[in-house]
């Protein structure tokens, strides 16, 4: 079992910046692909981003390229999604998620993630 725990969330301007963080409980955190997805309200959840258990490998969506950047330290057993640039459509609750079987390529689909956080809220306005 995996507990996440993000964090990070809030409410920034337009242009502004935040970094989410979910920290991961237990020992084997190393081998699990891990992912950000979003929901916005009244949308379905979409995916954001997505690391190898390396971190070698990374997939975004396309409206986040560029701005966003997920990334790990196996260390601290925990995953971060630097956002900058940010936009008022990128207000959404942000979940973290870990795939057991997702290495080495990580899945841009969250039914392949068997363990979800809590979720954040990021708000993005003026």
């Known amino acids: 079992q995996v507990r996440l725990v993000e964090s990070g969330g809030g409410l920034v301007q337009p242009g502004g910046s935040l970094r989410l963080s979910c920290a991961a409980s237990g020992r084997t955190f190393s081998t699990y692909a891990m992912g950000w997805f979003r929901q916005a309200p009244g949308k379905e959840r979409e995916f954001v981003a997505a690391m190898s258990c390396s971190g070698r490998i990374t997939y975004y969506t396309d409206s986040v390229k560029v701005r966003f950047t997920i990334s790990r330290d196996n260390g601290r057993n925990t995953v971060y999604l630097q956002m900058n640039s940010l936009k008022p459509e990128d207000t959404a609750v942000y979940y973290c998620?870990?795939?057991?079987?997702?290495?080495?390529?990580?899945?841009?689909?969250?039914?392949?993630?068997?363990?979800w956080g809590q979720g954040t809220q990021v708000t993005v306005s003026s």
């Open positions: 998620a870990a795939d057991p079987d997702g290495c080495p390529l990580p899945s841009t689909n969250g039914y392949q993630y068997d363990y």
